[in-house]
């Protein structure tokens, strides 16, 4: 994928000569260019500091092969095997939460049984890295700027590193399809329907754009409520500054493209909300609107949110954002050559941005609340700030680049130590997740030696006509096992002996106390 690429088309014949000498000029009289004996160094080191977010992506996809399920894994994975895809979709819709796209996705992995849970963070960390990159590239080229070739995939590096390494419980974040699908995904597939919106330039594509909004909004509706909120809060926040923003000649067209959102999510929104799936899952959790609204849930999501947004902000990793961002910022020139000024309304754009960042964490903390309580702040229940922690670290890159503009024009002494600073910061902030992940692999593999020994043990019983055998608890990541509770909880039990075939499993802890410490360990 080209990152160096021109805006328009390139003079040929005598006016190549001007426009090239011209450039050459306005770098040499701005100090805001490079020299071209400059580009080859500049290019390999900025393409080289993309290379340890892109290692970090690489070895955690790689440990993706000790994945094995549990939770709620055990429910999807005998219902898509006897029922399908469509049986999940059915299910979904009727009984559990109406999430149809939902189902759709976990239908896609679950259909491959204990592959495609080994197969899931390979193909979703592709997925998120290429919807970024490509954004950037996009958005970089829409906005008029040339940059070191690769810088975009630095940028796209480094938000995906961060976004899915940076959190405090990175495998119910990446190696749980699950939760991945429900809150990891959804906001970088409405990254995804920002491409046609970057690409439009002819009638025909304004067309398509404003097509894809609006059934992304809707796929997206049905996918995730938490990233619902986020999409309408920023759509709601880019229609409020887009008369200062915009230009007025593509004014009418971002406010149709957002508008066409608007409407997608709320359709989506409709479809959700009449479910069957959703009514029994608002009233078994005690969630409809009275109880969302009442001022003691309110509170107490406001206490959980400010408790999410102090653990994000003292995570320090998230600098690695604002790193790349300055490195953007210092080193971006337009397609003359020449250095750019800071855009003008670049505050009202992170201020617009920041409002709907704090607005939608908050309502999904609202919303997540009935069904985790005092536990949607802990670290356990990570995977539910993903919906909006993506727009957190694009904020810090845009924050970055405004920066590195100011800092390029109002004190360009600064730029080299400010590089200097920046790159070492970009490869400091992937130490801390690399060592997570190491311990995470250990884990990891040492959970699939146990669960592939277990597996064999109640296949052979079921297959010689065992009908109860005992099930020992495989906990990683503090995500929920059979037994639970010192073997008071049953569940996900009951999808466990239906993945068998048997007709219930009992704790193997409370058969064999001594190995696993007593009971009560």
Not at 376 to 399: E, K, Q
């Amino acid at each position: 994928m080209p990152d160096d690429v021109p805006v328009g088309a390139a003079p040929s014949g005598p006016q190549r000569a001007t426009a090239t000498a011209r450039a050459g000029r306005g770098r040499a009289g701005r100090g805001g260019g490079r020299a071209p004996s400059g580009r080859p160094w500049t290019a390999l080191w900025v393409t080289a500091l993309a290379l340890p977010p892109l290692a970090l992506l690489a070895a955690a996809s790689w440990f993706g092969r000790w994945v094995r399920p549990g939770a709620d894994d055990w429910c999807f994975l005998p219902l898509v095997r006897d029922d399908g895809v469509g049986g999940l979709v059915g299910k979904f819709y009727l009984d559990d939460n109406g999430r149809v796209a939902n189902a759709l996705l976990v239908g896609a992995y679950a259909k491959f049984q204990v592959a495609g849970h080994q197969w899931f963070p390979v193909v979703s960390g592709v997925l998120v890295v290429a919807v970024l990159w490509a954004a950037a590239v996009l958005a970089l080229r829409r906005a008029a700027l040339r940059t070191p070739p690769g810088l975009p995939l630095l940028l796209a590096a480094m938000t995906t590193a961060l976004f899915l390494f940076a959190t405090p419980n990175t495998y119910k974040t990446f190696y749980w399809p699950a939760a991945s699908v429900s809150h990891t995904l959804p906001p970088v597939l409405a990254c995804a329907a920002l491409i046609p919106l970057l690409l439009a330039r002819s009638r025909r594509g304004r067309a398509f754009a404003v097509a894809v909004a609006l059934a992304a909004a809707a796929f997206l509706a049905t996918l995730s409520e938490e990233t619902a909120i986020v999409v309408v809060a920023v759509l709601l926040a880019a229609l409020l500054v887009s008369g200062r923003t915009v230009a007025a000649a593509h004014r009418g067209f971002i406010r149709l493209w957002c508008a066409a959102g608007l409407a997608g999510t709320a359709a989506g929104a409709l479809v959700l909300i009449t479910s069957p799936g959703s009514r029994t899952r608002r009233e078994r959790f005690g969630a409809e609107t009275a109880s969302l609204l009442a001022s003691d849930s309110l509170a107490a999501s406001l206490r959980a949110f400010a408790e999410i947004t102090v653990t994000v902000v003292t995570t320090w990793q998230y600098v690695g954002a604002v790193a790349a961002g300055v490195l953007l910022g210092l080193l971006c020139r337009r397609a003359d050559g020449t250095a750019p000024r800071p855009p003008a309304h670049g505050p009202l754009l992170l201020t617009a941005g920041a409002l709907a960042l704090l607005v939608s964490g908050y309502l999904c903390t609202v919303i997540a609340y009935p069904v985790f309580g005092a536990r949607v702040s802990d670290t356990s229940a990570n995977r539910l700030w993903n919906d909006y922690l993506l727009l957190y670290v694009i904020l810090l890159v845009g924050a970055g680049t405004l920066l590195g503009l100011v800092l390029r024009r109002y004190a360009p002494r600064t730029a080299a130590p400010a590089k200097a600073v920046c790159a070492v910061l970009c490869v400091l902030v992937c130490v801390g997740p690399a060592i997570a992940l190491a311990h995470l692999d250990t884990a990891l593999r040492d959970r699939a030696g146990k669960w592939d020994a277990q597996d064999r043990r109640l296949r052979e019983g079921a297959a010689h006509g065992e009908r109860v055998m005992p099930y020992e608890r495989l906990v990683i990541s503090q995500m929920l096992e059979p037994f639970s509770q010192g073997g008071r909880a049953y569940w996900p039990g009951g999808c466990v002996a239906d993945f068998y075939g048997l007709d219930r499993v009992t704790d193997g802890r409370a058969e064999h106390p001594r190995r696993h410490g007593g009971p009560g360990s």
